[in-house]
Nanobody, 124 residues
Framework: QAQLVESGGGLVQAGGSLRLSCAAS????????MGWFRQAPGKEREFVAFISRSGVSTDYADSVKGRFTISRDNAKNTVSLQMNSLKPEDTAVYYCAATLRRLRTSLLHEYAYWGQGTQVTVSS
C-alpha cells in the first residue's frame, strides 16, 4: 500500500510558476505509474498528467500541455509537477495518485492510492 503526501501549493499570480511535489512511502515506488489530477470548486476531478513507472513516458491534458511538466525520482520516491505560465483557470486542489497499471491512464478509478491534495490558487 502506498501513502502519498503532496506539498508545494500556494497562491501565485497569473503567469507565475509553482512546483508541486508528492512524496510516497510504502510499497516500492517504482512499481507504480503516477498521475496528477485536480479539482476546482463545483467541478469534477480531472486528469492533469501521467508518468510511467520508469519515467520514460509522460502524457498531459490538453489544457496544460506545454505549460506543465511531470517528473519522478525513483531513488527519492517522489513525483513532481512543474507548473509554468499559470492561469486563473488552473486554480484547484491538486492530487497525486498511484496506479499499478502499466499503460497511460487518465481514469480516476484506475488509481488505487491518492494523496490528500494541495491547494493551488492563481490570481488574475
Amino acid at each position: 500500500q502506498a501513502q502519498l503526501v503532496e506539498s508545494g501549493g500556494g497562491l501565485v499570480q497569473a503567469g507565475g510558476s509553482l512546483r508541486l511535489s508528492c512524496a510516497a512511502s510504502g510499497r516500492t515506488f517504482s512499481s507504480y505509474a503516477m498521475g496528477w489530477f485536480r479539482q476546482a470548486p463545483g467541478k469534477e476531478r480531472e486528469f492533469v498528467a501521467f508518468i510511467s513507472r520508469s519515467g520514460v513516458s509522460t502524457d498531459y491534458a490538453d489544457s496544460v500541455k506545454g505549460r506543465f511538466t511531470i517528473s519522478r525520482d525513483n531513488a527519492k520516491n517522489t513525483v513532481s509537477l512543474q507548473m509554468n505560465s499559470l492561469k486563473p483557470e488552473d486554480t484547484a486542489v491538486y492530487y497525486c495518485a498511484a496506479t499499478l497499471r502499466r499503460l497511460r491512464t487518465s481514469l480516476l478509478h484506475e488509481y488505487a492510492y491518492w494523496g490528500q491534495g494541495t491547494q493551488v490558487t492563481v490570481s488574475s
